[in-house]
């Protein structure tokens, strides 16, 4: 599986390859688009050793990556590593979360995304947690809250967006403010992505 992504990062055309992030939504995960049909996007996040998702659970509640939901329905495939897939519901006896929500507008005729506290009391618990498997799709809709916990050491794993379904979307995190600081730098060029990429599953 992951040779197959090797090839579909050697295959993807520059300005789809240059929508790829470094630390995609926390430290050490890097986001890899490798296609973009009409906004649909296929990626990988690649968790570097010394990324923190194995904090990402009720136990120690240091949600790195807070829980969400998404405008699309996904399907997601291990690539590498041990990744669990944790999906929460709302629940009176779950821990206490704030809820910000997102969406997308466009200022200056550009594309942005702005998000706002909609709730500081959310109660959520976790409803289910499943392996991710090299062979097997793993499918979510676009209402399902969910985070991702990966072992401690390298991880990695595919998601394939579906159609967009709504205009916004939610994140449940414990801090009743949101730290993007040093977050969402990009690469330099198709070349570094591609070195980049070898380089995490060589
Ligand atoms: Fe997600």
Known sequence: MSREFLKMVNDADEKTLMMSLRDCHANAVDSIVVKNNNGIL?????????????????EIKDYTVGIHDHKY????????????NM??????????FSEFEFKSIITNKELVDVYELVRRDVHL???KAEDLKHDKWLHMTSNELHTIWASPG????LVQEGMREKRTSRLFQTEKTLDFK?????????????????????
């Open 182 to 202: 040093d977050l969402y730098q990009p690469f330099s060029s198709r070349e570094e992505i591609i070195q980049v990429v070898e380089s995490f599953f060589s």
């Open 154 to 157: 390298p991880a990695a794993w």
């Open 87 to 96: 999906v929460y519901e709302e629940t009176y006896c779950g821990d206490r």
């Open 42 to 58: 296929t990626r990988a996040f690649i968790a570097w050793g010394p990324h923190k998702l194995w904090m990402n659970k009720p």
């Open 125 to 127: 618990g976790i409803k």
């Open 73 to 84: 329905p996904l399907s997601l495939r291990l690539l590498k590593g041990s990744v669990r």
